[in-house]
């Protein structure tokens, strides 16, 4: 494996290896010392042409706690800014002799391209509205972690589906590991063709959430990406929250031991009421927290693991 560009790019046997090492990875975080001598004289390029918070930082620990080289780059902060193009830009780090880069773009399909430019691995860190792999993966590395194996499991993904590269990659994901999606979202911001991801069995779509929560094992709130919607997709933020939100209210809907996930940033008041991202079933720090380890296995088994090609 050289680049990690869709969760296409994995087969079910691949997945359950990023997971398998990732427990291993996540006992490095809770050493006082956290560092392996994995990744030492390994360089990893950290480029943010999108905000983020979780994606970035984690992946810079993930590289610093296996003694990797980490440097971070925003567009803002590089000759971008000037007007070099993306092609010039990515190729001048690549001449300097990058082993990896972790690549956030807001156009879909840029790492993709980026991997055409360059000789170096790279990783897609969230490109438009296409793909989040590594977020998929630390998706189900904490629902597994909760839930036990995946298959045959009923996990709602919920909200703003149209805009979310989350979904994407967590419905190839979650099919490769056998579970059921049921995709719930008003009709403005269901998507009509997803491509590759609706070539598959076991997944449903409804536009009603109370009929869906009782039979759940996992419910994935998605934010609502104002950002990218240009028109009015639904009438007010108030009628969203009602409707489509995880209220107080709705909590009592799910079934005892079902969890609660949200990628972040979280819309409070939104998608999700304070109450439920708060609440015992919420697994939205445990996500934060094996986002680390999930990123420290995909950094190894790209640069180091048996079958890279490093
Ligand atoms: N979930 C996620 O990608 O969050 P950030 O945008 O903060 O990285």
Request: a neutral charge; glycine letters at 8%; one cysteine or more.
């Amino acid at each position: 494996m050289r680049h990690l560009l869709s969760m296409a790019d994995l087969d079910r046997a691949e997945i359950l290896r990023i997971l398998d090492t990732a427990v291993t990875m996540h006992e490095v975080q809770h050493r006082e010392v956290k560092k392996l001598p994995t990744l030492r004289g390994r360089t990893i390029i950290n480029f943010f042409f999108e905000d983020s918070t979780r994606t970035r930082s984690s992946f810079e620990l993930a590289g610093k706690w296996m003694s990797a080289d980490t440097i971070n780059l925003t567009g803002k902060g590089t000759s971008v800014s000037k007007g070099e193009s993306l092609r010039d830009t990515v190729r001048t780090i690549d001449a300097m002799g990058v082993d990896m880069m972790v690549i956030r773009h807001m156009a879909s399909g840029a790492p993709a391209q980026i991997a055409q430019w360059t000789g170096c691995s790279i990783v897609n860190a969230g490109d438009g509205t296409h793909e989040h792999p590594s977020q998929a993966l630390l998706d189900a590395y904490t629902m597994r972690a909760r839930l036990g194996d995946l298959e045959g499991r009923h996990v709602a993904i919920v909200g703003d589906l149209t805009h979310s590269r989350v979904l994407r990659s967590n419905l190839l994901c979650l099919r490769s590991l056998g579970a059921r999606v049921t995709l719930v979202a008003p009709p403005t911001l269901m998507p009509s063709g997803i491509g590759p991801w609706s070539d598959t069995d076991g997944f449903a779509t409804s536009y009603e959430l109370d009929d869906v929560l009782p039979s759940v094992d996992a419910v994935m709130m998605l934010r609502v990406q104002r950002e990218r919607m240009g028109g009015g997709f639904f009438p007010t933020a108030r009628e969203y929250a009602v409707t489509y939100g995880l209220t107080t209210a709705r909590l009592r809907r799910l079934p005892e031991h079902a969890v609660i996930c949200h990628p972040g940033p979280m819309n409070r008041g939104l998608e999700i009421s304070g109450d439920a991202a708060d609440a015992a079933q919420s697994l939205v720090l445990d996500q934060v927290s094996a986002g680390v380890a999930v990123r420290m296995s995909i950094l190894y088994h790209l640069l180091a693991g048996e079958g890279s090609d490093q």
